[in-house]
C-alpha cells in the first residue's frame, strides 16, 4: 500500500519561503507524476504543480513565478518550495501521485500539513 | 484555465436517498474527469475517473456519467459513510488541473 506523508515547519513568516517534503512508502516514485495541492480552512482544493521522476515540472500559472518543485529518487521523497509568502498561502498542502495513464487522477494523498504564513 | 462549476453547492439528503451532483466545464474537456469524496479533516478519495470508471475498492453504489461539458456523479442509495464533500476535477489537456467548488452532502 502506498502511503505519502508531508513534513515541514507549520509556521512560515511573512515573506520567507514555505519548504515541504513527501516521502513515499510502499512502493516507487518512479513512473508516476507526483503533485502538491493546497486548501485552505474551509475552502476548495487549488492544484499547485506536479513532477515527473524524471524532473520535468508543471506547475499552476497563477503560482509559476514563486513555485519550485524537485524530486529525489534514491531517496524516495519530492519536494515543494513556494517562495515570498503572504496569509494567503495559509493552507493544508496535500501531496499526492497522480497517475500517468486514462484522466491522470490523483489516486494516492498524503493525510495534509497545515502551514500557517504569520509573523 | 477551465472553470469548474458544481450544483448544487450543498444538500440534505437521508440515508437510502438517491443522490446526483452536477459538474459543468467552462469548455469541453472530453472525459476527462475525476470525482474526489473528501471527510473533515481528511484527504480527498478517489472514486471515479475519466467521467464514467469506479476506481477500485470502491462501492458500485457510485456513478459517473457525461462527457464534453456536462457531467453527473450519482450515489444510488446514499449511506450513512457517504455524507461528505465531493469535489470535480478536470485535468484535460494542459495544466492547471482545476476542481469545482464542491458538494457538501449532508444529513437531512
Known amino acids: 500500500q502506498v502511503q505519502l506523508q508531508e513534513s515541514g515547519p507549520g509556521l512560515v513568516k511573512p515573506s520567507e519561503t514555505l519548504s515541504l517534503t513527501c516521502t513515499v512508502s510502499g512502493g516507487s516514485i518512479s513512473g508516476f507524476y507526483w503533485s502538491w495541492i493546497r486548501q485552505p480552512a474551509g475552502k476548495g482544493l487549488e492544484w499547485i504543480g506536479r513532477?515527473?521522476?524524471?524532473?520535468?515540472?508543471n506547475y499552476n500559472p497563477s503560482l509559476k513565478s514563486r513555485v519550485t518543485m524537485s524530486v529525489d529518487t534514491s531517496k524516495n521523497q519530492f519536494s515543494l518550495e513556494l517562495n515570498s509568502v503572504t496569509a494567503a498561502d495559509t493552507a493544508v498542502y496535500y501531496c499526492?501521485?497522480?497517475?500517468?495513464?486514462?484522466?491522470?487522477?490523483?489516486?494516492?494523498w498524503g493525510q495534509g500539513t497545515l502551514v500557517t504564513v504569520s509573523s | 484555465d477551465i472553470q469548474m462549476t458544481q450544483s448544487p453547492s450543498s444538500l440534505s439528503a437521508s440515508v437510502g436517498d438517491r443522490v446526483t451532483i452536477t459538474c459543468r466545464a467552462s469548455?469541453?474537456?472530453?472525459?476527462?474527469l475525476n470525482w474526489y469524496q473528501q471527510k473533515p479533516g481528511k484527504a480527498p478519495k478517489l472514486l471515479i475517473y475519466a467521467a464514467s470508471s469506479l476506481q477500485s475498492g470502491v462501492p458500485s453504489r457510485f456513478s459517473g456519467s457525461g462527457y464534453g461539458t456536462d457531467f453527473t456523479l450519482t450515489i444510488s442509495s446514499l449511506q450513512p459513510e457517504d455524507f461528505a464533500t465531493y469535489y470535480c476535477q478536470q485535468t484535460y489537456n494542459t495544466p492547471p488541473w482545476t476542481f469545482g467548488q464542491g458538494t457538501k452532502v449532508e444529513l437531512k
Open positions: 499526492a501521485r497522480q497517475l500517468t495513464a486514462t484522466t491522470q487522477p490523483i489516486d494516492y
Open positions: 513532477i515527473y521522476t524524471s524532473g520535468s515540472t
Open positions: 469548455q469541453s474537456i472530453d472525459n476527462y
